[in-house]
């Protein structure tokens, strides 16, 4: 593998920066704040190429999970400049979440490698990856960051990285893997928006569970869940918000749930309507 380039930028309001990083593929912004470096990975007998991006965070700060939380940055992944690649798919670890002067965030803080399976066109040829990617990073306050990533990925290695291997095996678990035995949903207007209420079976995570709840449409917000435990039953509710006000569909098929706890998580795609 041959990395071409990995460049990042740093916005908030009156600091601005851009570097170029050359072999090896690392990255620091100004006082070490987060160093972002690219794992090569390994070709997968589907053909798919499994690599992966560490970032390696300064004490006491945090970066985010894919829905952030009531103050996170979410991050962004841009694939668009790349050749051989139709597609790249984050596998996310388990999250911890934080709360903040009574603001919940979802992320991660010390060390998090991201695996990322990238699906190419021609699965026998090399990938030219070539991406730009967006994340915060919060201490007190939170800053936006953008990096450029850049590598050549082979076909030749073929063995699995063990770093990234350890992380896929601290993905959520399966609805069916969790013993989810159903996942319900009604909905209910409110003045600028939905109210949707989600009762999920499933045995306990911890004593302390959380639960996010994400819409596949982004232009749509949604709020912290409240929560409510009674023995196999966890109920969920939150508030769908449209951020230009317009109606929208809610399809449930749209809707994921994500329970937390116990340094678990339980990823459910769906519900189906209350009887």
């Given at each position: 593998m041959t990395l071409r380039s990995i460049t990042q930028g740093l916005a908030a309001a009156l600091l601005a920066f851009s570097g170029a990083l050359a072999v090896p593929a690392s990255a620091q912004i100004p006082d070490n704040v987060v160093e972002a470096t690219l794992i090569p990975g390994w070709r997968m007998d589907s053909g798919n190429h499994m690599t992966a991006l560490r970032l390696r965070l300064a004490p006491g700060w945090k970066t985010y999970w894919r829905a952030p939380g009531d103050a996170g940055i979410p991050p962004q992944f841009d694939w668009a400049g790349s050749d051989?690649?139709?597609?790249?798919?984050?596998?996310?670890?388990?999250?911890?979440?934080?709360?903040?002067?009574?603001?919940?965030?979802?992320?991660?803080?010390?060390?998090?490698?991201?695996?990322?399976?990238?699906?190419?066109?021609?699965?026998?040829?090399?990938?030219?990856?070539?991406?730009?990617i967006e994340i915060g990073v919060c201490e007190e306050i939170c800053i936006p960051i953008s990096f450029n990533v850049g590598a050549d990925l082979e076909t030749a290695q073929t063995a699995p990285n063990p770093?990234?291997?350890?992380t896929l095996g601290r993905r959520p678990l399966t609805r069916d893997e969790a013993g989810v035995a159903a996942a319900r949903c009604r909905a209910a207007p409110i003045d600028d928006g939905l109210r949707l209420t989600a009762e999920i079976d499933m045995p306990p995570l911890s004593r302390d569970e959380e639960a996010v709840v994400e819409f596949a449409d982004k232009t749509v917000w949604v709020s912290t869940p409240n929560s409510q435990r009674l023995g196999g039953t966890l109920t969920l509710v939150a508030d769908l918000v449209p951020v230009d006000g317009a109606p929208f569909i809610l399809a449930r098929s749209d809707l994921r749930f994500t329970v937390l706890g116990g340094g678990q998580a339980v990823d459910i795609l769906g519900c189906t309507a209350t009887s």
């Open positions: 051989n690649l139709l597609a790249a798919k984050p596998h996310w670890p388990v999250p911890e979440v934080y709360y903040i002067n009574g603001l919940r965030s979802v992320g991660y803080d010390g060390e998090v490698i991201i695996p990322l399976e990238l699906l190419p066109e021609a699965p026998g040829e090399p990938i030219m990856l070539t991406g730009r770093e990234i291997a350890r």
